[in-house]
Structures are given as C-alpha cells and as structure tokens.
C-alpha cells in the first residue's frame, strides 16, 4: 500500500519559513517525479514545485521562485519543500505528489495535505 504523509504545516507570520516534509512507503521515491501542489479557497489545485527522479531538475511556478526550494533523502525516502519569505497568498492546502509513466501504466499518488497558513 502507498503512503505518502505530509507534515510540517502550520501559522506562520509574513515574511516567516516553514518546511514541508512528505515521507512515503510504499515506493521508491528515486523512481517517481515528486511535486508539491496547493490549493487555496474557492481555487483550483495548483503545481508548485517538482523534482524529477532521473535527473533530479527542479522546476518552480513562478510565483514562488527564489522563494521555495524543492529536495529529497533517498535514504529517507522523503522529499522536501522549503517555504522562506512567506507570503499571506501562499495560505493554502499543500499536497505531495509522486508520478511516473512507464510501459506498463501511469502511476500516481496524493497525500491527504497539510495546511499552510500565512497571516499576521
């Protein structure tokens, strides 16, 4: 059975920090592209960070470039999102990913999320 269990949320002040963690069972998260997504209120589920198991680039959403940094421990089997220079527009439900496509099928899984909450 796959898990994948984030952690980390929370309040935080503006211009705070806050790292996000996703540990996962189940999988191997070196085989699987990784992702965080958010969704605010009233909003869609947006992408905002991705790691990609092969060659390990990262791609950000521009909102939160310069901002977030995305990582993983293997050893851990856990991926990361570091939130710095928080801002009250980053308030939202943030969710893990792993996704992969291979000859025998798309594979993907969700967390159940962790709020983040920005506000003074």
């Known amino acids: 059975q796959v898990q994948l269990v984030e952690s980390g949320g929370g309040l935080v002040r503006p211009g705070g920090s806050l790292r996000l963690s996703c540990a996962a069972s189940?999988?191997?998260?070196?085989?699987?592209?990784m992702s965080w997504y958010r969704q605010a209120p009233g909003k869609e589920r947006a992408l905002v960070a991705t790691?990609?198991?092969?060659?390990?680039?990262?791609n950000y959403a521009d909102s939160v470039k310069g901002r977030f940094t995305i990582s993983r421990d293997n050893a851990k089997n856990t991926v990361y999102l570091q939130m710095n220079s928080l801002k009250p527009e980053d308030t939202a439900v943030y969710y893990c990913?792993?996704?992969?496509?291979?000859?025998?099928?798309?594979?993907?899984?969700w967390g159940q999320g962790t709020q983040v909450t920005v506000s003074s």
């Open positions: 990913h792993a996704g992969r496509s291979s000859w025998s099928g798309v594979y993907d899984y």
């Open positions: 790691i990609t198991s092969a060659s390990l680039n990262t």
């Open positions: 189940g999988i191997s998260i070196t085989s699987y592209d």
